[in-house]
């Protein structure tokens, strides 16, 4: 016996990849204000992205450099099996299973969402820069025990997160053709 879903209750593709999109602009926005919301976010747009790829039953597409970081993430894991203590060595590894956002995002933000996704990186990254300077100037976070964290808990998370935005920009400024 089949069991099928009464039409109310499904999902269509486009709006499940509709909504997938909404939840990777929303993990986007995320990363320069807090790891941990941005965390459950690219879990949440995985778990969507694994949905529309199993509902329209096709294989996940990876930009070609995603080859190079598999290869990467094999050689860590090796040297991990054969360190001094391979259980802690494997356990620190668990962040290589960020390298999978390179095909979630290759395969969800093609053409005119690439350009979305950038903004909305750039808009909340210049925020995150705001709060940085008012620490700075307005609160005296100026000295080596007290650097401005922005909006992050540590300032080198910080730092390390402004610098990717601002790479975003620059990119944005030198190639973006202007019509």
Known sequence: MTVVPHPAHRIDAGRLEAFTFGVLVAFVAAVPLSIAVATILLS?????????????????????????????????????????????????????????????????????????????LITVGAASAAAGIVQYSLLHFDTLGRRPEGTLSNYMTYSGTLMLVICMAAARVMFESRN
């Open 44 to 120: 949440l747009t995985a778990l969507c992205w694994a949905a529309l790829l199993i509902r329209e039953r096709r294989w996940p597409s990876a930009p070609p450099f995603f080859v190079a970081l598999v290869a990467y993430a094999a050689a860590t894991l090796v040297s991990s099996a054969f360190s001094v203590d391979p259980a802690a060595s494997l356990a620190d590894s668990r962040q290589l299973l960020l390298f999978a956002v390179a095909p979630v995002v290759y395969d969800l933000v093609p053409g005119r969402r690439a350009s979305v996704v950038a903004m909305v």
